[in-house]
């Protein structure tokens, strides 16, 4: 096996799991307390809050078991495929993506957080706003601005990004990217719940709302997280 972190979901029983970091070095495991870390360095589980590059890497990491994207990875490869948008067609000139949402996918029900709707296009287009947008009232959020934005160019690649109905979003580059879809399937442009958001504020990190396989159930600040199957996902039959 090779050096490197190790992210592990141990069973706890009555349908739940703790979520465990490890690194394997120079032959054996050692336990990282990253999730503390990150705690101390103020992000929670809130990507764009972390203050070093290793901790937001280390809260995507994370992250991506609560949230999740327009377009994802398949599982140990990099060939993109559907998401929370089940489809998606390109214009022949390559500049419009318009983006056909999965319907009926809902918001993680948790005991800090009741959702009262289904993702729709007006999250879509909220999330991508918040990062892009200065004027966006909840930008200023953020404690280190938004890294991945920021280091793929988001600002300077994207012309708009619109509601086109509940379920459609189009988003218009202002030159053609033929890596478009796979920098979409990144872990930072994953969807949150802009109504927790709204709710929990800075404290968002320790209120993770997403769509993903998993929901938050316990935080201990100094050792771990323990998350619960999410019983209403999308994705029948997971998480296994």
Request: with cysteine; aromatic share 12%; glycine share 8%.
């Amino acid at each position: 096996m090779q050096d490197g972190t190790l992210l592990a979901a141990v069973d706890l029983g009555s349908n739940s799991f703790r979520l465990e970091i490890g690194r394997f070095e120079h032959g054996h495991i050692q336990r990282v307390e990253y999730l503390k870390e990150t705690v101390r360095q103020g992000g929670g589980l809130d990507e764009e809050r972390n203050l070093s590059l290793e901790a937001m890497q280390r809260g995507w990491d994370c992250l991506a078991r609560f949230a999740e994207r327009l377009a994802d990875f398949a599982p140990g490869t990099t060939d993109v495929e559907p998401a929370l948008a089940e489809r998606w067609d390109i214009s022949p000139d390559g500049l419009e993506y318009t983006f056909h949402l999965r319907p009926g996918v809902k918001f993680h029900t948790t005991d800090y957080f009741k959702p009262t709707r289904t993702l729709n296009a007006d999250d879509v287009v909220w999330s991508f706003q918040r990062q892009l947008d200065p004027n966006h009232p909840w930008h200023k959020l953020s404690l280190v601005g938004y890294p991945y934005f920021e280091s793929m160019g988001f600002k300077d690649l994207l012309k708009s990004v619109e509601k086109v109905d509940d379920l459609t979003v189009k988003i218009t580059l202002k030159q053609p990217f033929s890596a478009f879809i796979n920098i979409l399937a990144h872990p930072a442009t994953a969807m949150i719940s802009p109504a927790a958001l709204k709710k929990y504020g800075k404290e968002i990190g320790f209120h993770p709302v997403g769509t993903g396989p998993y929901q938050l159930e316990t935080w201990n600040q100094t050792d771990f997280v323990k998350v619960s199957k999410f019983a209403n996902y999308w994705q029948k039959g997971l998480p296994k």
